[in-house]
């Protein structure tokens, strides 16, 4: 389960802020929204005055009904209509422009965030932030901006109809008290409900997206009554949380339409006694009602305006607390750079904990040399990919300090400390970008010639020559146009490309088969020149040229030396390497 975020500001808070850091920097589309505002609910509130004058000259007689009248309702009409699409267009501007910039901070959250919180995410959950409360929020951004259209259009169709006859203005006056109450009371049970549906499409999108990836297994082991089971139970709590809302919302159209046929009940009955006993004219009462009719749909959106801000809340809740999360990783303030270096690694009594009471690492010592291999090796669960993960500060050392060149990692920015460092693990990450791309992301800013050359050096340029388009070949989602080794020697190609201080090895061969395993090697040889490696590897055959290895057991370093000299010792090495010698046999 995800981590739970922490609880938002008040309603208040939210709209100060997202008015504060988002709407109004746009005051030209604002600006451009409000005079086609205020032109839209002019013009509408026109109408009824020329439907009351137009009747009243027909009842007289009156000849400018044919030569003027027609004229001047197309004129109004189309001054309306060029007003209410640049209405739309300004508003969608402004609104889209919000999102993107949301959607921008979001995205910055979670590139900065700790690899702890991430982790404890599915990704699709996070990716619905980006997607349901992106929309959630749009939409409820868009009817509050309109809702400005809407409440001047009512106030102008009001005028009219006090101008026409302010007794019956009065009965709209007594009905609009009646209708706040339940509005408001559905609206707090819409926002409630919303939090609940917005975390089940998260947990479906999650839910689809780990069967999805893990399609080979679920056939492998015929688990595909298992999954549709699994899949179908998620699709009827999303359908359960869906339908809250909608039977929630569906009541305010209902509540509307009735308060809307009473008030329209009691202006025909006022009005008609009122004709009947001559206090009135038919331009009177046929104005009257039309301003009431042309009311009916901005009043029934202002209406139904809170139940989107309340989900549109639920969003900005959801999104804010997200960007609010700090990461604990950071460095100090004021941080140097770090200092020049050859690369010399010291772990000094460093232990840690994820979070349980068995630690990942206990009292972990060692030195890495510049220009040395190191390697981490022991059985599972020992802590060396852990070990690993702490030197870039992917996570901190719960007890004793690690230092790179002299300098101790907590103390130094964080960019110039993973600037000097390379990674390549086990599984290549390949983006579904160009070749040219995913090996420039190594060194951003390298040119074609620079790539080209960290290319051939990891043995990638002659199957990326070979790709349909070279170096500009789009490689598909995860890389799916190339081979595991092919994956492999393009994330080399990366590494050689950064030219780091330290490289990071995390059973970067062990997936190959024994072909790929040697021309990988080979490229390693070249990008472990000079440079300070640290190796984690299970394959023991692929590590015995190492300078130096740590044998590692529950989160301790139990043995130290090369290859001979801990097969002298006959310890947990060398019976792991007659383990996997027999096994090989």
């Known amino acids: 389960m995800a981590a739970p975020l922490p609880l938002p500001e008040t309603t208040r808070a939210l709209t100060l802020r997202l008015w504060r850091d988002y709407v109004r920097h746009r005051r030209g589309g604002i600006l451009m ?25 027909f009842t007289a007689g009156d000849a400018r009904i044919v030569w003027l009248v027609p004229p001047v309702i197309i004129l109004i009409t189309a001054l309306k209509s060029l007003a209410q699409f640049g209405q739309a267009v300004a508003v969608q501007g402004v609104v889209l422009r919000v999102i993107e910039g949301l959607q921008n901070d979001l995205f910055r959250a979670y590139a900065r965030a700790d690899l702890a919180q991430i982790a404890t995410e599915a990704p699709a959950r996070a990716a619905a932030r980006f997607t349901a409360d992106a929309q959630a929020i749009r939409e409820a951004l868009t009817k509050a901006i309109n809702a400005l259209a809407d409440g001047l259009t009512v106030i102008g169709l009001a005028i009219s109809m006090v101008w026409l006859d302010w007794q019956m203005s009065l009965i709209l006056v007594f009905l609009y008290p009646v209708a706040v109450v339940p509005i408001n009371r559905l609206g707090k049970r819409i926002r409630r409900a919303s939090g609940g549906m917005q975390e089940r499409v998260g947990e479906t999108a999650a839910m689809l997206t780990e069967s999805f990836s893990a399609a080979r297994m679920v056939r492998a082991y015929g688990l595909e009554r298992q999954e549709e089971a699994r899949a179908a139970g998620a699709f009827a709590d999303l359908r359960r949380a869906l339908y809250t809302i909608v039977r929630t919302r569906s009541m305010l159209d209902p509540i509307l339409e009735a308060l809307g046929g009473i ?209 500009a070949t789009v490689l598909g989602p995860a890389g799916s146009r190339l081979s595991g080794g092919q994956r492999q020697r393009i994330a080399l190609a990366r590494a050689l490309l950064r030219n780091p201080r330290v490289l990071l090895l995390d059973e970067a061969t062990s997936a190959l088969d024994a072909e790929n395993e040697a021309a990988i090697g080979r490229a390693l040889e070249r990008l472990r020149a000079g440079r300070t490696t640290l190796v984690v590897a299970h394959r023991l055959a692929t590590v015995q040229q190492a300078n130096r290895i740590i044998v590692m057991q529950d989160g301790r370093a139990t043995e130290s030396g090369t290859h001979a000299e801990l097969m002298v010792r006959d310890g947990l090495y060398a019976r792991m390497v007659r383990t996997q010698a027999f096994a090989a046999e």
């Open 33 to 57: 929204a409000l005079l086609c505002t205020a032109a839209l609910a002019g013009f509408t509130a026109l109408y009824p005055v020329v439907i009351q004058q137009s009747f009243d000259l």
């Open 263 to 471: 008030a329209v009940a009691g202006v025909l009955a006022f009005v008609g006694w009122k004709v009947a006993t001559d206090r009135g004219t038919v331009g009177e009462f046929t104005g009257f009602i039309t301003a009431l009719l042309l009311a009916t749909r901005p009043m029934r959106s202002l209406g139904s305006l809170n139940a989107a801000l309340q989900e549109g809340f639920g969003g900005l809740i959801r999104v804010f607390a997200m960007m609010d999360r700090r990461p604990s990783i950071t460095a100090p303030e004021g941080a140097l750079p770090l200092p020049p270096g050859q690369g010399r690694v010291v772990f000094e009594a460093v232990g840690f904990h994820y979070g349980g009471d068995q630690p990942a690492l206990n009292d972990l010592s060692f030195a890495a040399e510049p220009g040395q291999t190191v390697a981490l090796v022991g059985p599972s669960g020992a802590g060396k990919s852990t070990a690993l993960a702490l030197l870039p500060r992917l996570y901190d050392a719960t007890e004793g300090r690690i230092t790179l060149d002299g300098a101790d990692i907590r103390g130094v920015t964080l960019e110039s400390l993973r600037a000097a460092m390379a990674y390549v693990g086990q599984d290549a990450v390949i983006f579904d970008d160009t070749a040219m791309a995913n090996i420039a992301c190594g060194r951003p800013g390298a040119s074609q010639a620079e790539v080209e050359e960290a290319a051939l050096a990891a043995a990638a340029h002659g199957f990326i020559e070979a790709l349909p388009q070279g170096y």
